[in-house]
């Protein structure tokens, strides 16, 4: 029986991109040169990498010119992603990290990196040579904005079919626009965007350094929270994550990460017309913000209950850098919200499913989402008043497809169940070896690697890693953070027989 997905059109697209991932290894290289370190552990897998995508391109005919399907799209996008990060985990293992000794840690800590969760398997990060430190924030860095949208801006071929491989990497059900663009403009726009947030946020760190206002804020340090903070990952080269950075820093930190959870293509339409009344208009944007102040709130009343900070200055502060790290996705902290009253943890916890916009570089539901389907739960509320009335769903003025809804309605409930199983999952394998996992943890686990958020809950916590957790179970989440990252349908579809039949 013929295939109904043209897998060689998928395969030839995977070696374009892998050829490119190859040249991403020499950024380590030269910063291993730099500190008398080898360069081994990133030139024998940066040749890998381009061997691998010269050789899919010479094994598959030249397919340029042919349509790319929503079938060939989610082929692309799940292999892509399986794929990096087994190129990335090899520095770790070729390099003699001894904390990354075991492939498993090695495949989560690059698959944490790439899909920008932030999770660790490490127990001393400071432990970590520079150049393995790098190496660990530039895969942050490249997951932050997707791989595949860097590929398309930079490679003419994947224009062919583009715009429904620029949607299959954007997380998030929004639109593209401005429509009339073209998908390797669609595609710049985003990196400049990103570029952009992650360079004025590094230079706006390092000056906090260079004036002394934070004199541990080293131009590595400024450039690893940076790109963290906008690719909303989290991984920071302090074990303390942000906890011992002075306040104004964490100020521009949680700044940073609120730029970073709003459409990026929203910021380059504002930065081209200047017209911030329309920006504010954006019903999603408008949510967004909202979510993240009543967190704040519901934080900050424990916080000063609790007597848990002492100053109006720090408790606003603490209690506003964590409700937008884990809203955000990136998951940096600068309190150790396990130890704090069940109130913040459960927030916490609901925090993790919310996420920011669409057309971000957040994981986890995305605001738009929930807006749409409490959108839709009024309409059928109305509908029961009144059968007979025509009532559109709305989101900033603009009626959204039916299909757009069943879509969302899909989206989350195939997320919700894809959670439990998870967290089911976790349980089981804790059992099996006599684990003593709790079943708050464990739901903290799933929920953060599902979301992409990173830390979770007792030894997870935002000071501590998942080292504990069984091979098993970090392969489970390793698998949860793929799926949060590729919005989990391009995973879901290749296990369904519709998907290769005709």
Same mark, same amino acid.
């Given at each position: 029986m013929p295939l109904g997905v043209d897998v060689l059109v998928a395969l030839d697209l995977v070696g374009a991109v892998l050829k490119w991932l190859a040249l991403a290894f020499a950024a380590p290289v030269a910063v291993a040169l730099a500190n008398g370190e080898s360069t081994l552990p990133f030139l024998i897998p940066g040749i890998a990498v381009g061997l691998a995508g010269l050789g899919l391109d010479r094994l598959t005919p030249d397919r340029t010119g042919l349509a790319l399907g929503p079938r060939e799209v989610f082929l692309v996008v799940a292999v892509i992603w399986v794929l990096v990060p087994a190129f990335g985990a090899l520095p770790f293992l070729l390099g003699g990290v001894k904390q990354l000794s075991d492939p498993v840690d090695a495949y989560?800590?690059?698959?944490?990196?790439?899909?920008?969760?932030?999770?660790?398997?490490?127990?001393?990060?400071?432990?970590?040579? @520079?150049?393995?430190?790098? &190496?660990?924030?530039?895969?942050? &860095?490249?997951?932050?904005?997707?791989?595949?949208?860097?590929?398309?801006?930079?490679?003419? @071929?994947?224009?062919?079919?583009?715009?429904?491989?620029? $949607?299959?990497?954007? $997380?998030?059900?929004?639109?593209?626009?401005?429509?009339?663009?073209?998908?390797?403009?669609?595609? @710049?726009?985003? &990196?400049?965007?990103?570029?952009?947030v992650s360079a004025a946020g590094a230079l706006a760190l390092a000056v906090v350094g260079w004036t002394g206002l934070d004199p541990t804020m080293k131009p590595f340090d400024a450039f690893s929270y940076a790109t963290s903070?906008?690719?909303?990952?989290?991984?920071?080269?302090?074990?303390?994550?942000?906890?011992?950075?002075?306040?104004?820093?964490?100020?521009?930190?949680?700044?940073?990460?609120?730029?970073?959870?709003?459409?990026?293509?929203?910021?380059?339409?504002?930065?081209?017309?200047?017209r911030l009344c329309a920006f504010a208009r954006d019903d999603e944007l408008r949510l967004y913000l909202a979510l993240l102040v009543l967190g704040s709130l519901v934080i900050v009343i424990e916080l000063f209950g609790s007597q848990t900070v002492h100053g109006v200055e720090s408790g606003v502060r603490a209690a506003?850098?964590?409700?937008?790290?884990?809203?955000?996705?990136?998951?940096?902290?600068?309190?150790? &919200?396990?130890?704090?009253?069940?109130?913040?943890?459960?927030?916490?916890?609901?925090?993790?499913?919310?996420?920011?916009?669409?057309?971000?570089?957040?994981?986890?539901?995305k605001v738009v989402r929930y807006l749409m389907l409490a959108r839709l739960a009024r309409r059928e509320l109305e509908h029961a008043l009144h059968p007979e009335i025509v009532v559109p769903v709305r989101v900033s003025g603009v009626a959204i497809d039916e299909s757009a809804l069943r879509s969302a309605v899909m989206f989350v409930v195939l997320y919700l169940f894809v959670f439990a199983l998870g967290a089911l999952s976790l349980l089981l394998d804790a059992r099996r070896v006599g684990g003593q996992l709790g079943a708050f943890e464990a739901l903290g686990a799933a929920a953060s690697c599902l979301g992409n958020v990173g830390p979770a809950f007792g030894s997870a916590g935002?000071?501590?890693?998942?080292?504990?957790?069984?091979?098993?179970?970090?392969?489970?989440?390793?698998?949860?953070?793929?799926?949060?990252?590729?919005?989990?349908v391009p995973i879901a579809v290749l296990f369904t027989r519709s998907f290769w039949g005709r």
């Open positions: 989560f800590e690059s698959m944490s990196g790439f899909t920008a969760t932030g999770a660790t398997v490490l127990t001393h990060i400071d432990a970590l040579a @520079r150049d393995m430190l790098f &190496w660990r924030q530039l895969t942050h &860095w490249l997951g932050g904005m997707g791989i595949i949208i860097l590929a398309v801006a930079i490679l003419p @071929r994947l224009r062919v079919g583009g715009r429904r491989l620029l $949607q299959g990497e954007i $997380q998030g059900p929004g639109e593209l626009e401005p429509l009339g663009a073209t998908v390797r403009d669609l595609a @710049r726009r985003l &990196w400049k965007v990103y570029v952009g903070a906008a690719a909303t990952g989290g991984f920071a080269p302090d074990p303390e994550s942000v906890r011992l950075l002075a306040p104004i820093t964490q100020w521009i930190i949680c700044a940073l990460m609120v730029i970073a959870g709003i459409n990026l293509l929203r910021i380059h339409s504002l930065l081209l017309s200047r506003s850098f964590q409700a937008v790290s884990v809203m955000t996705t990136t998951g940096f902290a600068s309190l150790d &919200w396990t130890k704090l009253g069940p109130l913040v943890t459960l927030t916490l916890l609901l925090l993790m499913f919310v996420g920011a916009s669409s057309g971000s570089t957040t994981g986890s539901v935002p000071f501590g890693s998942y080292a504990e957790f069984t091979d098993l179970s970090k392969v489970m989440l390793s698998v949860l953070m793929l799926l949060g990252r590729v919005e989990i």
